[in-house]
C-alpha cells in the first residue's frame, strides 16, 4: 500500500529545510514561543502577490525600516510609500496598502483581525491573502492555495486537468490535506515545497518527503503537471512620452491618476497607450525624438514608448510639474519610467 501523503511529514522536513525569509518566524522559534507579526506577515503576502521573493526582499526590507509598524505605515506621506514602491509593479497593491494601514489603525486600534472574514473586509485583501494572514500570523487552520502549492497538488494526485480550470479541484485536494495544528507552519511548508523542491522545471523528486505517496511520480508525468491552456498573445500597444528639462535643471513630471495603470505614481508626461496613440506634448516646446524606443511588457499587453525630449528653458508647462534636480531620483519611478529615463538623460548629458 502506497504511503499516504501526511502533513507530518511535511512538517519535519520544514523543521529542517524551511527558507530563511526576513518577513518569516522559524520552525524552531515557533516552537518556541515566538509569535509572528501580523503586520509583517501582512506587508509581505501584499507585496508578494504577482511577484517573486527575490523581488521582494530588499523592498520588504526597506519598509520595516521606514514604517516599522503598522501605525508607522498609516502616517506616511503618500508620495513617500509610492516612490519606496517604485519597481515592485502592480501599483494598485501600493495604495490599497497604505488605505489597509489606515484602516487597521483607525478602525482597529492598530491590531489586525484574526479572523479571515474579518480580514477580507480590509482594503486590498482577497481569499487568498486573508486565507495566507490567518494561517501564519494566527496559526488558524485556513487553506493556502498559490501557484507553488497548485503545482504540489497536481503532481501529488497526478491532476491532468489544465489550469486555470483545474484550480476549484487542486483547492479542494489542498483542503483536504490542511492540518488544525501548526497550519501556519504547514502552509509556508507546501510553498518551500514547490519553491525549492517540486519546482517547474526539474523537480527533485529524489529528495521531496512526499516522493512515495506522488502519484505523477509514479506515474512519470510529474516534469509535465499541472498542464496549461495555451496563452493567448498580448496585444502591443504604442505611445509617447516626454522628458523636458528647465534651464535650472529641474525634471518635468506628472503625477498619474490614482486609478488605472500605474495609478499616483510620478511619471514622465505622454499620451495614452493605444493601437493610435495621439502625440500629447505637455507644453510647448522643441520635442525632439531621441530615435530609441522604449519598450516594457505589462500582465495584459506589451507597450511601445516613442520618447521625446526638450531644453524647456523658462516655459511652464500646460500639465505636470517641476522638480528640482536635487530632489528628482530616478529609482522613484516605475521601471516603464526609469527605463524611458535611462533613454532621455543621454539628450541632457546627465551622468
Excluded at 529542517?16 to 518556541?32: E, F, G, T, V, Y
Excluded at 509569535?35 to 520588504?60: C, G, H, N
Excluded at 503598522?70 to 503618500?78: G, K, P, R
Excluded at 509610492?82 to 492598530?110: E, F, I, P, S
Aim: hydrophobic content about 40%.
Amino acid at each position: 500500500m502506497r504511503e499516504t501523503a501526511s502533513a507530518e511529514t511535511l512538517l519535519s522536513w520544514y523543521d529542517s529545510h524551511a527558507r530563511d525569509l526576513p518577513w518569516r518566524i522559524s520552525p524552531s522559534d515557533r516552537k518556541a514561543g515566538v509569535e509572528p507579526d501580523p503586520y509583517r506577515v501582512w506587508l509581505s503576502e501584499i507585496m508578494l502577490q504577482q511577484t517573486t521573493v527575490a523581488a521582494v526582499k530588499e523592498y520588504f526590507l526597506k519598509f520595516t525600516r521606514l514604517w516599522p509598524t503598522v501605525s508607522d505605515l498609516a502616517a506616511a506621506n503618500d508620495g513617500d510609500v509610492m516612490a519606496a514602491w517604485a519597481g515592485l509593479g502592480y501599483y494598485a497593491r501600493a495604495r490599497n496598502l497604505l488605505k489597509c494601514a489606515r484602516v487597521v489603525t483607525q478602525d482597529h486600534g492598530g491590531v489586525f483581525p484574526e479572523n479571515r472574514d474579518e480580514l477580507q473586509k480590509l482594503p486590498g485583501i482577497g481569499p487568498y491573502t486573508s486565507a495566507a494572514i490567518a494561517a501564519i500570523a494566527f496559526d488558524a487552520p485556513e487553506t493556502v492555495v498559490d501557484g507553488n502549492v497548485e503545482r504540489v497538488m497536481a503532481r501529488l494526485h497526478n491532476v491532468e486537468t489544465p489550469l486555470p480550470s483545474a484550480k476549484p479541484e487542486l483547492t479542494a485536494l489542498a483542503v483536504g490535506h490542511t492540518p488544525t495544528q501548526r497550519a501556519g507552519d504547514y502552509a509556508q511548508a507546501v510553498m518551500d515545497l514547490g519553491a525549492t523542491i517540486c519546482t517547474p522545471k526539474n523537480p527533485a523528486c529524489g529528495i521531496c518527503p512526499w516522493r512515495n505517496p506522488c502519484t505523477a511520480r509514479h506515474a512519470g508525468t510529474a516534469p509535465d503537471l499541472p498542464r496549461k491552456l495555451p496563452k493567448q498573445v498580448k496585444p502591443t500597444r504604442l505611445g509617447f512620452a516626454y522628458v523636458g528639462r528647465r534651464a535650472d535643471g529641474a525634471w518635468l513630471l506628472e503625477r498619474r491618476p490614482d486609478k488605472g495603470l500605474l495609478g499616483g505614481m510620478l511619471g514622465w508626461p505622454g499620451s495614452d497607450w493605444s493601437e493610435t496613440p495621439e502625440p500629447l506634448p505637455p507644453c510647448t516646446g522643441e520635442w525632439i525624438e531621441t530615435g530609441v524606443e522604449v519598450r516594457h511588457t505589462f500582465t495584459h499587453f506589451h507597450l511601445r514608448l516613442t520618447v521625446l525630449t526638450a531644453d524647456l528653458g523658462e516655459i511652464e508647462p500646460d500639465r505636470g510639474h517641476y522638480v528640482n534636480h536635487r530632489d528628482f531620483k530616478p529609482s522613484d519611478l516605475p521601471t516603464v519610467m526609469r527605463k524611458v529615463f535611462d533613454v532621455a538623460r543621454h539628450s541632457f548629458a546627465v551622468d
